[in-house]
């Protein structure tokens, strides 16, 4: 048997598309035979993938049989490790209490073993739950923590990162001069598309904020086609509903419930608990209203 090459991030994703369901079968027999290294390894494998592709129930059953292994072989890191796992997935299904829970047993677990590197992702993590918990002052504080360490080990793309969370938190708090400031210097940093669709992203907020909704509209517009090419359904999707949000606030009703309307049925894919936020704005924006648009 021959490794696969694979030419990058899009042949990758296809793989995963046509392969994750053999490679969590794969996990089963990891399980059976107590090979408990690859039990814990293969979940953290694949959890950008399932991230992406809103496979979040997925993602959380293969990382508490991660969990499961990484407490019988006492690993330390591993177990650190699938609890950060374990708490951005339990926040993404808004589990709030969960995802707290888990990302505060990973840094506990990074610090006793002098991992600085893993705690300050862990408070980057940390950072956006509290901000998924509208608390953008401790939230920033994290950010503040993780930006500390990953300016003094130069790693530009975390600092990018954090700089991004900065700017939500800042959106959040009405500091919508800020919150530009931050995406400014993030994206001389990176060019990573999932950092820079995220500035994208917060960029329409803020302009959206300001009251410039035909500049949030084109921010958010590349945003969605940055997190498209991504494959990241779920954000490509919230996307979508701050097109429409932008949309509506600049007048253009028919133009705001096509984009919802579009998000919606993404949501409707995911299963996710969002599309009652997107059906009430079309609720509110009924089809009679918008046939005059130009």
């Not at 790693?155 to 919508?176: K, M, N, P, S, Y």
């Not at 919802?260 to 079309?282: I, P």
């Not at 009924?286 to 046939?291: E, K, L, N, Q």
Request: proline share 1%; hydrophobic share 45%.
């Amino acid at each position: 048997m021959t490794a696969r090459q694979v030419s990058g991030y899009d042949e990758a994703m296809s793989w995963f598309d046509a392969e994750h369901t053999a490679v969590l079968a794969v996990l089963d027999d990891a399980v059976r035979h107590g090979w408990h290294v690859h039990a814990w390894q293969l979940p953290w494998v694949l959890t950008s993938y399932l991230n992406r592709r809103g496979r979040w129930r997925e993602k959380a059953a293969a990382l508490r049989t991660a969990l499961a292994a990484a407490q019988r072989l006492d690993d330390r890191d591993a177990l650190a490790v699938t609890h950060h796992l374990l708490g951005r997935t339990a926040s993404a299904l808004g589990d709030r209490d969960a995802a707290l829970d888990h990302l505060e047993r990973a840094l506990a677990l990074h610090r006793a073993q002098g991992d600085r590197r893993g705690e300050a992702v862990v408070h980057f993590s940390l950072a956006a739950e509290h901000g998924q918990r509208g608390d953008p002052d401790r939230a920033a504080a994290h950010a503040r923590r993780a930006l500390a360490f990953h300016t003094d080990s130069g790693e530009r793309t975390w600092q990018g990162f954090d700089l991004i969370a900065l700017a939500w938190f800042a959106v959040g708090r009405g500091d919508h001069a800020a919150a530009l400031a931050h995406c400014r210097e993030a994206s001389a940093l990176t060019d990573d598309r999932d950092g820079l669709a995220h500035c994208a992203q917060i960029t329409g907020c803020a302009h959206h904020g300001l009251g410039e909704h035909a500049r949030a509209v084109t921010h958010h517009s590349r945003a969605v086609e940055l997190f498209r090419l991504l494959g990241d359904r779920y954000r490509e999707a919230w996307g979508l509903v701050l097109v429409g949000d932008a949309q509506r606030a600049a007048g253009r009703e028919r133009s705001a419930r096509e984009a919802w309307a579009q998000a919606l049925e993404l949501l409707e894919r995911l299963g996710h608990q969002d599309c009652a936020a997107v059906r009430e704005r079309l609720d509110q924006v009924p089809v009679a209203t918008t046939a005059g648009e130009a």
